[in-house]
T-cell receptor, first 112, second 115 residues
Framework: AQSVTQLDSHVSVSEGTPVLLRCNYSSSYSPSLFWYVQHPNKGLQLLLKYTSAATLVKGINGFEAEFKKSETSFHLTKPSAHMSDAAEYFCVVSDNNNDMRFGAGTRLTVKP | ETGVTQSPTHLIKTRGQQVTLRCSSQ?????VSWYQQALGQGPQFIFQYYREEENGRGNFPPRFSGLQFPNYSSELNVNALELDDSALYLC??????????????FGPGTRLTVL
């Protein structure tokens, strides 16, 4: 069975500083991995996805993530945080087992 | 906006009752998935439909059932409601044959409260 662990429930950064949201996964198959963002009172939106192509994935709004099989990680990064990045972020893993697992989420706070 | 709509926005039911939640997918999206998101937690996958057939199910009991219609609308039905069913219910549509590798487009959700 697959699982996903988001290592931080809350991350706080200052505007203009780097963002790192950590995600580890386990999967019996070659997984597909996603990061979704949920702004208050808005639907979940895809930031980026990895589906066995390039291991460094670039997404929207300057976010990127690197698939590291040896470390079973898929951490989300952004070089410079913006106030509008404040939201809940979810790491998601799916495989051929007809299931999709969301992490518990990381709340990102951006201080002015 | 994702083009995925859900109704109603909020719903209050009592334990033991039945509820139907509705979703309208993006036109052309043949796959719809449903999720339950309890307060403070990540969404949990309930099931997925492709062209009106269920083709994936998470760890939810049979009292959670669904339908998908040819007009890109779908329903989530929950029988014998329990207090723990209180949650935000999300639907998501995707253009391919399954959500496992596809981009999903989420609706805003239906907030269900069971008293």
């Amino acid at each position: 069975a697959q699982s996903v662990t988001q290592l931080d429930s809350h991350v706080s950064v200052s505007e203009g500083t780097p963002v790192l949201l950590r995600c580890n996964y386990s999967s019996s198959y070659s997984p597909s991995l996603f990061w979704y963002v949920q702004h208050p009172n808005k639907g979940l939106q895809l930031l980026l996805k990895y589906t066995s192509a390039a291991t460094l994935v670039k997404g929207i709004n300057g976010f990127e993530a690197e698939f590291k099989k040896s470390e079973t990680s898929f951490h989300l990064t952004k070089p410079s945080a913006h106030m509008s990045d404040a939201a809940e972020y979810f790491c998601v893993v799916s495989d051929n087992n007809n299931d999709m697992r969301f992490g518990a989420g990381t709340r990102l706070t951006v201080k002015p | 906006e994702t083009g995925v709509t859900q109704s109603p926005t909020h719903l209050i039911k009592t334990r033991g009752q039945q509820v139907t939640l509705r979703c309208s997918s993006q036109s052309g999206h043949n796959t719809v998935s449903w999720y339950q998101q309890a307060l403070g937690q990540g969404p949990q996958f309930i099931f997925q439909y492709y062209r009106e057939e269920e083709n994936g199910r998470g760890n939810f009991p049979p009292r959670f059932s669904g339908l998908q219609f040819p007009n890109y609308s779908s329903e989530l039905n929950v029988n014998a409601l329990e207090l723990d069913d209180s949650a935000l219910y999300l639907c998501a549509s995707s253009p391919g044959t399954s959500a496992w590798t596809d981009t999903q487009y989420f609706g805003p959700g239906t907030r269900l409260t069971v008293l």
